[in-house]
């Protein structure tokens, strides 16, 4: 399977490019056009509506079309033998179950669609969608297949090696990242009975362990609930978090979205926080200000609903009086959704924070979320371990690539420059780009990223601020303010707990956050301590 295949000699463009190219030996050749869109449409008229994009009248059929006939005529200019070969297209619809949804139309056959339901069982899908369309082509075409589909294996194989050099050109790391996001932002069975239980009680508290899915559902039910024209609020804790939950729904009509402190801020009629701000400030004084900020404030302040991430770390008597004020209803009695993960990732040491919330919102229906949609399993299994959870992480969306997370041992006082500069090299090596790895400390200024004097490192290190990753630099940042937000390969640093609260809470946030790759940077007594003596 060669993915992101170049088309130079494309049939309609100048480029183009063909998502997926999958050669089976014996069986045929399939094009498959990916549309990772979370609302597909088709118009009377033939126009297509996919999410957010412009309408077009190109579909997504005609340009899988396209490229398969650009893929076959490039083949054949090399002479590349093609009788009883069958060549295919079809479209997956990732993110919806197209194959109920869409009309009978005469621009494609039932057998080119893939959708969300396929997602479990891929090679299944394909399998079916070749083996329905050679049946097509045997139907209609005479003595096609009479002798049995190609390509033999000589051909099949003569087929990759002639397209591979054009996948080789246009895969880069860019592609690998959008691969990823890709992935990572398809829905499974457990989240749409999730979003089936926000649309059928008023008012639900969704919990989860990390990777869960929560965010990606609360953005999710913000874009519905907009959808449907009502405005709203989604807010959560991390300014990192908001930051990256701003930029994805910055089109959304009708709905504000940050950090609950932002809109604090906001409605307190301040543009920052005082030079001096203190934990009273953020939890006594601006909760009062932003009070009475909205009681002199327009009625339009007042929206049709209120979603609230890590809510865990909100959830304090102070905070839900000023949410109350923000949704019709109240919280008691409003469209109110709320996502958070009271267990293990309350490292703001929020005592009773679940009871407070359920005093408040006492008609708050629940949906426990159970299946890691983040991780890759075995990462997921070392936070089984290290976390000491239970029953812990057991089923996973994303297949196992074989590759176990990384462990380094240092001693007390120990430099962990040298172990961090070879663990970002090691992750080069296995083809990261820098802009995809983050380093993670429960420490501030004093972590081994904030205070190195290795000459390489102080050169490529650069704070994390939730901006886009800059090239050529190596982000950094507090576990506290990675909350809620990941990174393809993650290096957790300075794990020594000879100090600091919410210790075991840290490492379990630390470690979720990488999706593919994760190095653990453990002081050797804490190392032993983790894994029950053992080491």
Not at 148 to 154: K, R, Y
């Amino acid at each position: 399977m060669l993915h992101s295949l170049g088309i130079a000699q494309h049939e309609r463009q100048v480029e183009g490019e063909a998502d997926f190219v999958i050669v089976a030996p014996n069986a045929g050749l399939l094009v498959i056009e990916v549309k990772s869109h979370l609302s597909v449409a088709r118009s009377s008229d033939g126009t297509w509506r996919l999410g957010q994009d412009p309408p077009t009248a190109r579909g997504p059929f005609q340009q899988a079309k396209e490229a398969m006939h650009s893929i076959r005529g490039y083949l054949l200019s090399k002479r590349v033998e093609l009788r009883d070969v069958p060549i295919l297209h079809a479209v997956w619809f990732t993110g919806v179950r197209a194959r109920a949804t869409l009309p009978d139309s005469p621009e494609w056959h039932s057998w080119q669609v893939l959708d969300s339901s396929d997602l479990p069982s891929p090679a299944q899908a394909v399998e079916r969608v070749i083996r329905e369309g050679a049946q097509h082509l045997a139907s209609t075409i005479k003595h096609f297949g009479f002798g049995g589909f190609g390509p033999g294996q000589a051909t099949a194989e003569r087929i990759v090696a002639t397209l591979r050099p054009r996948f080789e050109v246009v895969m880069t790391a860019g592609d690998r990242r959008q691969a990823r996001e890709g992935q990572l932002a398809q829905f499974i069975e457990e989240q749409y009975r999730a979003l089936d239980s926000a649309a059928d009680n008023r008012a639900v508290l969704f919990t989860g362990p990390a990777g869960t899915g929560k965010t990606f559902l609360a953005a999710e039910s913000a874009q519905r609930e907009v959808a449907q024209g009502r405005t709203g609020r989604l807010l959560c804790f991390n300014r990192m978090l908001g930051h990256g939950l701003r930029e994805k729904l910055s089109d959304a009509a009708g709905l504000r979205v940050g950090t609950l402190h932002q809109e604090m801020l906001r409605l307190a009629g301040m543009s920052g926080p005082p030079t001096d701000a203190d934990s009273d400030f953020w939890e006594r004084v601006l909760p009062e200000l932003a009070l009475e900020g909205l009681a002199e404030s327009s009625a339009d302040e007042v929206g049709d609903f209120l979603i609230v991430d890590e809510i865990q770390d909100i959830s304090t008597d102070t905070y839900l009086d000023f949410l109350d004020l923000l949704v019709k209803g109240g919280l008691r009695d409003g469209r109110v959704l709320m996502f958070g993960d009271f267990e293990r990732q309350a490292i703001y040491g929020r005592e009773g924070a679940r009871e407070v919330l359920r005093s408040r919102a006492p008609h708050l229906a629940s949906f426990r979320l159970s299946e890691n949609c983040r991780n890759l399993p075995r990462i997921g299994y070392q936070v089984n371990l290290f976390g000491h959870l239970a029953p812990g992480f057991k089923d996973f969306r994303r297949s196992d690539d074989g590759i176990d997370p990384t462990i380094i041992k240092y001693a007390r006082g120990d430099v962990q420059a040298a172990l961090l500069r070879k663990a970002v090299s090691d992750l080069r090596d296995d083809g990261f780009d820098l802009t995809e790895i983050v380093v993670l400390s429960p420490l501030g200024s004093d972590s081994v990223a904030a205070s190195t004097s290795e000459p390489w490192l102080r050169q490529v290190l650069i704070p994390a601020d939730g901006s886009k990753p800059t090239k050529g630099r190596l982000r950094y940042c507090t576990i506290h303010s990675f909350k809620g937000v990941d990174a393809p390969a993650v290096i957790v640093t300075d794990l020594d707990d000879s100090g600091g609260p919410n210790f075991d809470a840290l490492i379990y946030v630390g470690l979720t956050r990488g999706t593919d790759r994760l190095i653990a940077l453990v002081e050797t007594k804490t190392l032993r301590r983790m894994m029950g003596g053992d080491v």
